[in-house]
């Protein structure tokens, strides 16, 4: 390639990198094929007029800008497993059902439904005024209504091994499901499930066109056609990521106006959360998620609240989040350490929580003093869980040492560089009480597979609630769901707990299916299958001219309703 070509295609990346405009990436692949100077001319020319259309002319007031470090891997929701996929396929992709700021379950393609007297049947009417984004695979109307049919498809496909989505557990519990009609969507459980209304949330239940599974296949991952507020403009991977408005998105708000107000989403993927929030302060991003070791003093106080100096340029929102924090223990491998309960006891005796979160955290979360059930759920019931005691921690190592004849135990603690603080802190005050520990800091990506294999002994992790109810936090740790056909990482197996949770996912009464929780949290307290840390929360920054973002407790990312004012200069 001449080092012309390679100028002007740097210039267009660039272009597109530093904007939300329309890019076609076909005739950027005129460069594989013609490096003529007329495609050059006709590739450049095509680009700017394309900036000057109807859709595009909109100012940079109307593009909401934010950055993924943790990069997106797919904007398929067959596999929005994580956050950092989940949030660009709520911008895509609408289900059946949705749910509110307030977790409740409400309308989305669905406009009502009915569950059957035995609870094991849900019938769907679906609206009338749903269509896919347009594109040309659907003819000269270049787009096409939603109908019960759709979701039958995207239902199966789901389920399909050859797919092998990780969202697929969400159906287990399914019998059987059909479209009756076009408008009329029928699904009928194994048994009684009563919070099967919030998987159906899930963005793993999104509804997409066959025509574009057909066409695309295992592209469309890259190629996302759905019915969302955002519709995909382009993806230059591991660089930036362009959605632009839906202009026939069937949402209004509450004034009939059509939903969503801005015009366009960027994302960007800085690796670092250092160089995002350098991004974030000088204003090049509208939001920023989170918090990191490395600018958390600088940003927040000790008592977790903004800082004085950043009182007038930006805003922070914090609320419950039902994500608890923790540390697996694997007892199903070769290590033979933590398999004795008395160990495990020792360490979650072993540190102080309050301290952690004060010094650590900086006050952003709750000590996870009350077993694995956040605060937040009905079921929670503040039950006396874990609380530092250093003389309790060492009653157990000894018990510990009385039955493996092992004087000072060394375990293994794996995490990635984000919790390393965290877990060096812990480190500390465990080998005060006679434990000795090794932290392996490793990648996110390898983290997430060692856990899910089994390879580590103890692993930092998270579990952040797909649906609003605790049957999800539990679910991990059901025998039958040991990974890697389910999220229990920890291997714990346990007959009494086994039929508790059994019990739970057939019980419609509230009382009583709460009770049955509580019951199964206290089991994980006895038995320590895990250490748990803090219960998280949401944290959220954003520019002063940003309105209308709100703040939920399982932090999905919704911009339908979000506004930028103009900033007078």
């Keep these: 390639m001449s080092s ?26 005129l460069l594989s094929v013609n490096r003529s100077r007329v495609a050059w001319m006709y590739l450049l020319c095509h680009f700017f007029s394309s900036c000057s259309d109807h859709h595009s002319n909109f100012s940079d ?37 949705q749910l509110d700021d307030s977790l409740r379950i409400t309308p989305s393609i669905a406009k009502s439904w009915s569950i059957s007297e035995d609870g094991k049947t849900y019938s769907f009417l679906l609206r009338n005024d749903v269509y896919y984004h347009q594109h040309s695979l659907f003819g000269k ?17 789901l389920t399909d091994p050859k797919v092998a989505s990780p969202g697929a557990w969400v159906l287990q519990n399914v ?90 989403v960027a994302i960007t993927f800085l690796p670092d959360k250092q160089s995002e929030f350098l991004q974030f302060i000088q204003g090049n991003l509208d939001f920023m998620k989170s918090l990191d070791a490395s600018y958390k003093d600088d940003i927040i106080t000790t008592d977790g609240e903004l800082q004085d100096k ?60 009350n077993g694995f059930i956040p605060d937040g759920l009905p079921s929670f019931n503040a039950q006396k869980g874990y609380v530092y005691d250093s003389e309790k921690a ?19 603690i794996t995490t990635n560089s984000n919790y390393l603080d965290i877990c060096e802190y812990i480190q500390r005050e465990l080998e005060k009480v006679g434990c000795k520990v090794t932290i392996d800091v490793i990648p996110p990506s390898t983290l997430r597979q060692g856990k899910a294999n089994g390879k580590l002994s103890i692993f930092r992790a998270s579990w952040i609630a797909d649906y609003p109810d605790a049957e999800n936090y539990l679910s991990l740790f059901y025998s039958k769901n040991f990974t890697p056909n389910g999220p229990n990482y920890t291997h714990f197996n346990n007959k009494n707990f086994d039929k508790l949770y059994e019990a739970s996912i057939s019980e419609g009464d509230d009382v009583k299916r709460y009770s049955l929780y509580q019951k199964m949290d206290s089991i994980l307290i006895e038995e320590a299958p895990i250490v748990p840390l803090y219960y998280d929360e949401v944290i959220r920054f954003t520019q002063k001219n940003v309105r209308g973002l709100g703040i939920n407790p399982i932090d999905l990312l919704d911009l339908r309703k979000v506004v930028k004012d103009t900033i007078k200069r």
């Excluded at 660039?14 to 692949?29: D, V």
């Excluded at 190592?397 to 004087?407: A, N, W």
Aim: net charge positive; with cysteine.
């Design 141 to 157: 109307d270049s787009t096409r209504s939603v109908i019960a049919s759709d979701f039958e498809y995207s239902l199966n496909r």
């Design 175 to 264: 019998n059987s499901f059909e479209a009756k009609n076009d408008s009329i969507f029928e699904i009928k459980l194994k048994q009684p499930f009563p919070p099967f209304l919030g998987l159906l949330a899930m963005k793993y239940c999104s509804v997409v066109p066959k025509e574009a599974l057909v066409y695309f296949g295992n592209e469309f991952r890259a190629n996302p056609i759905g019915t969302g507020p955002f519709k995909f403009k382009l993806w230059v991977e591991n660089t930036k990521l362009v959605l632009r408005k839906n202009h026939h998105y069937f949402e209004r708000d509450e004034h009939g106006n059509q939903l969503p107000y801005l015009e366009a």
């Design 310 to 369: 950043y009182t007038e340029k930006i805003n922070m929102q914090k609320g419950a989040y039902l994500n608890t924090e923790y540390l697996g223990i694997f007892l199903n491998g070769d290590d033979q350490i933590v398999k004795n309960k008395w160990l495990r006891k020792a360490i979650n005796y072993g540190f102080d929580r309050e301290k952690m979160i004060t010094y650590l955290r900086n006050g952003i979360g709750t000590p996870a003093v």
């Design 61 to 97: 007031n109307q593009v909401f800008r934010y950055n993924e470090y943790s990069n997106i891997t797919t904007l398929d929701p067959a596999f929005a497993k994580d956050q950092r996929n989940i949030w660009p396929a709520n911008l895509l992709f609408n289900g059946l059902v």
């Design 394 to 412: 060492m009653v157990c190592l000894s018990k510990f040492q009385e039955e493996t004849g092992i004087k000072t135990p060394e375990i293994t």
């Design 4 to 29: 012309d070509t390679y100028k002007i295609g740097l210039f267009i990346r660039m272009i597109a990198y530093k904007t939300a405009l329309p890019f076609s990436l076909s005739l950027y692949k």
